[in-house]
């Protein structure tokens, strides 16, 4: 086994099928972009996001974009998808990118990548390099 680096888009991630609720395009961006930085810089296999969002507030409003952003993204890399993914995130280990000093010391565990914070700071600030 491997470490893997998830992001999570939002905390209610059901079956890793669809997001409730949660954050906006923009913010799950800064996650997104995080958990891509880490898997390129040391060569760990990224966990594909579950981009696919059902809000309720935009059909209350009847508003015409619907927020579901599943189809702004396609998996052409080859992340981590499907039943894979769903097998390694239930049965995994999971650690947070803010608990990890040093990534060797870390082994066969999924590696978190959430929210617009993490050691390095807010937004742009963990992305900048």
Do not use: Q
Request: charged fraction near 30%.
């Amino acid at each position: 086994m491997s470490n893997y680096v998830y992001p999570k888009l939002s905390d209610h991630d059901i079956y890793c099928l669809f997001r409730i609720g949660g954050a906006g395009l923009g913010n799950i961006l800064f996650v997104y972009s995080r958990a891509l930085i880490y898997s390129e810089k040391y060569n760990i296999p990224m966990i594909w996001p579950t981009w696919y969002s059902l809000k309720v507030g935009p059909y209350i409003r009847h508003e015409i974009d619907k927020r579901k952003y599943n189809d702004l993204f396609e998996n052409k890399s080859g992340y981590i998808d499907g039943i894979k993914k769903i097998k390694l995130l239930l049965s995994m280990d999971k650690i947070s990118e803010n608990d990890i000093d040093d990534i060797d010391s870390v082994s066969d565990k999924v590696i978190i990548c959430e929210g617009i914070r993490c050691n390095k700071g807010y937004y742009f600030e963990p992305i900048r390099e």
